[in-house]
T-cell receptor, first 116, second 113 residues
Framework: AAGVIQSPRHLIKEKRETATLKCYPI?????VYWYQQGPGQDPQFLIS???????DKGSIPDRFSAQQFSDYHSELNMSSLELGDSALYFC???????????????FGQGTRLTVV | DAKTTQPNSMESNEEEPVHLPCNHS???????IHWYRQLPSQGPEYVIH???SNVNNRMASLAIAEDRKSSTLILHRATLRDAAVYYC??????????????FGKGTHLIIQP
């Protein structure tokens, strides 16, 4: 079965540069989530989108932005990168059933961002 | 989101049952109890979720206390591949609640051969 696809898998950037991470959800899933996991830390929710509209916002820095496109893929844009942004970034997707409840989220393998 | 409390780590032997506890004394009526796990170097993986009644699926069982202030994830026969960090997460699914999952500290499950 198709899973959540994230690209790139690894990314190395210098301080103050910009990075764009991409996420392709499971086909027919309408909700996308982004999470950040620092070294030795637990995943932290950043932001989510449902039907291309921002649905929920977590601890996403102002330097980061994200959007969901008409084909439901999502991109996380990160500017003015700092050393502390080095982390694993996970994307997850789910299907919001007609009752409006979110079912389980399926996570991708993550993008490992290293800022040097 | 209401908070959950789990032991930092637990150890079990291969092919034995494992009971992972979670306390959530401030749970609200619209909070579902979700369990996810994260294997080394992988993204989190959904395990099971429930509201009031005990739940079973191919991966595990979820036992929910009658007052809903605690729950237990049961792995019936642990294998080495079950070694992971297990997260107990409350999620308000009333339709007006937050979408994102709030991961706490989780329980690091160690399986001995």
């Amino acid at each position: 079965a198709a899973g959540v696809i994230q690209s790139p898998r690894h990314l190395i950037k210098e301080k103050r540069e910009t990075a764009t991470l991409k996420c392709y959800p499971i086909p027919r899933h309408d909700t996308v989530y982004w999470y950040q996991q620092g070294p030795g830390q637990d995943p932290q929710f950043l932001i989510s989108f449902y039907e291309k509209m921002q649905s929920d916002k977590g601890s996403i820095p102002d330097r980061f932005s994200a959007q969901q496109f008409s084909d439901y893929h999502s991109e996380l844009n990160m500017s003015s990168l700092e050393l502390g942004d080095s982390a694993l970034y996970f994307c997850a997707s789910s299907l919001r059933v007609r009752t409006g409840l979110n079912t389980e989220a399926f996570f991708g393998q993550g993008t490992r961002l290293t800022v040097v | 989101d209401a908070k959950t409390t789990q032991p930092n780590s637990m150890e079990s032997n291969e092919e034995e049952p494992v009971h992972l506890p979670c306390n959530h004394s401030t749970i609200s009526g619209t909070d579902y109890i979700h369990w996810y796990r994260q294997l080394p170097s992988q993204g989190p993986e959904y395990v099971i979720h429930g509201l009031t009644s005990n739940v079973n699926n191919r991966m595990a069982s979820l036992a929910i206390a009658e007052d809903r202030k605690s729950s237990t994830l049961i792995l019936h026969r642990a294998t080495l591949r079950d070694a992971a960090v297990y997260y107990c997460i409350l999620r308000d699914e009333s339709g007006g609640g937050a979408d994102g999952l709030t991961f706490g500290k989780g329980t690091h499950l160690i399986i001995q051969p």
